[in-house]
């Protein structure tokens, strides 16, 4: 149990709708990472905030947003949303020393299908 | 550009078989090198990593993983598979230039017979 939580843990949408995904990180660390994990392949980087600041993003269009919060909790917003976007959205905790170290406490995703 | 490559999507193996899963990447840079794993039903979680120093580094479960840096390497291995040891496998890298930025790989799922 990493004491990471993320909900809602399956949701469908369809074409052009928005999604809010939302993450809790672990109790004392203060960066959060999204990921993106289609099916068959490996998580895809999407944004990382620390201390509610942008710190570092993927190749992802800008429809894909987020938001940190004072208590690090964490936000996914995707906008017009696309087939494309349907896979498990991973949220990661680390830190609290600020200096990424690559070790990663994962949430256990949230499911979207978009249709 | 930034890349893993996994060179095995699936690999079948029978208990007590030797284990080794292959990961090379395309990266400039110092980097730190990851694998996570991922068991049936749970959440991905850190196996071993590799930031510096010696090369062959040893992580939870036996398992273990060595760094080549002339080979954009970073193998890992375990001497003796178990029935438990059933997962997907993720190799993953960073750059100290660009901590913030974890690519993976795209798995490979171990299948162990009992």
């Known amino acids: 149990e990493t004491g990471v939580t993320q909900s809602p843990t399956h949701l469908i949408k369809t074409r052009g709708q928005q999604v809010t995904l939302r993450c809790s990180s672990q109790s004392g660390h203060n960066t959060v990472s999204w990921y993106q994990q289609a099916l068959g392949q490996g998580p895809q980087f999407i944004f990382q905030y620390y201390r509610e600041e942008e710190n570092g993003r993927g190749n992802f269009p800008p429809r894909f947003s987020g938001l940190q919060f004072p208590n690090y909790s964490s936000e996914l917003n995707v906008n017009a949303l696309e087939l494309d976007d349907s896979a498990l959205y991973l949220c990661?905790?680390?830190?609290?020393?600020?200096?990424?170290?690559?070790?990663?406490?994962f949430g256990e995703g949230s499911r979207l299908t978009v249709l | 550009a930034q890349s893993v490559s996994q060179h095995n999507h699936h690999v079948i193996l029978s208990e007590a078989a030797s284990l080794e899963l292959g990961c090379n990447y395309s990266?400039?840079?110092?980097?730190?090198l990851f694998w996570y794993v991922q068991y049936p039903g749970q959440h991905l979680q850190l196996l071993l990593k590799y930031f510096s120093g010696d090369p062959l580094v040893k992580g939870i479960k036996g398992f273990e993983a060595e760094f080549i840096k002339s080979k954009f390497s970073f193998n890992l291995r375990k001497p003796s598979v178990q029935w438990s040891d059933t997962a997907e496998y993720f190799c993953?890298?960073?750059?100290?230039?660009?901590?913030?930025?974890?690519?993976f790989g795209s798995g490979t799922r171990l299948s162990i017979r009992p």
């Open positions: 990266y400039g840079g110092t980097v730190n």
């Open positions: 993953a890298v960073n750059g100290w230039s660009s901590a913030s930025k974890i690519i």
């Open positions: 990661a905790s680390s830190g609290p020393s600020g200096a990424n170290t690559g070790e990663l406490f």
